[in-house]
T-cell receptor, first 113, second 115 residues
Framework: DAGVIQSPRHEVTEMGQEVTLRCKPI?????LFWYRQTMMRGLELLIY????????DSGMPEDRFSAKMPNASFSTLKIQPSEPRDSAVYFC???????????FGSGTQLSVL | GESVGLHLPTLSVQEGDNSIINCAYS??????FIWYKQESGKGPQFIID?????DKRQGQRVTVLLNKTVKHLSLQIAATQPGDSAVYFC??????????????FGKGTHLIIQP
């Protein structure tokens, strides 16, 4: 069981650059969640998908953030243009249906200089 | 202990002792609660969960207690080991009917196991 796989593990970029974070959910899971974790705000839900369809993106901070799920085994979170305040750890998680137990990936540590 | 929305507290215990991590939740209508463990550089890992129709649930070396009267949740870890050192998060589901999108996470408690 490979678990939720995220890439890259670390990303350092300069302000204004485009950043793309990637996630492969657990096979068979049909819900996928993107979270952002900071010391100040803890874990915040950005967006989640069910059966590859975005259900709620109200947590996405602003239009600079976008997420896609082109198929059941892949999702991306894109920030364009990136800003220093976007620096955080971004987690992807998946689960099945209305199950409340989430399985998290190892996260992407993003630093925007 | 932690409360959803407050600063990250730290709990230090001796190896082999029992530890209790507390969590105060805000919504009396929340019907599902879950504890996660997050080790440095890793994502949160599920530990144990409990529904509001229960007061207590036990796992391997862990017990979760729920006091709905005072909206308090605790995680007890028996005979702590060095590998228990991590940040522990509680989360409540404020949305009835399930769905992980309703989970609200606390900021966590940092548990340090002293040798």
């Amino acid at each position: 069981d490979a678990g939720v796989i995220q890439s890259p593990r670390h990303e350092v970029t300069e302000m204004g650059q485009e950043v793309t974070l990637r996630c492969k959910p657990i096979s068979g899971h049909n819900s996928l969640f993107w979270y952002r974790q900071t010391m100040m705000r803890g874990l915040e839900l950005l967006i989640y998908f069910n059966n590859n369809v975005p259900i709620d993106d109200s947590g996405m901070p602003e239009d600079r953030f976008s997420a896609k799920m082109p198929n059941a085994s892949f999702s991306t979170l894109k920030i364009q243009p990136s800003e220093p305040r976007d620096s955080a750890v971004y987690f992807c998680a998946s689960n099945v249906g209305s199950n409340e137990k989430l399985f998290f990936g190892s996260g992407t540590q993003l630093s925007v200089l | 202990g932690e409360s959803v929305g407050l600063h990250l507290p730290t709990l230090s215990v001796q190896e082999g002792d029992n530890s209790i991590i507390n969590c105060a939740y805000s919504n009396s209508a929340s019907d599902y609660f879950i504890w996660y463990k997050q080790e440095s550089g890793k994502g949160p890992q599920f530990i144990i969960d409990i529904r509001s129709n229960m007061d207590k649930r036990q796992g391997q070396r862990v017990t979760v207690l729920l006091n709905k009267t005072v909206k308090h949740l605790s995680l007890q870890i028996a005979a702590t080991q060095p590998g228990d050192s991590a940040v522990y998060f509680c989360a409540e589901n404020r949305r009835s009917g399930g769905g992980a999108d309703g989970l609200t996470f606390g900021k966590g408690t940092h548990l340090i196991i002293q040798p």
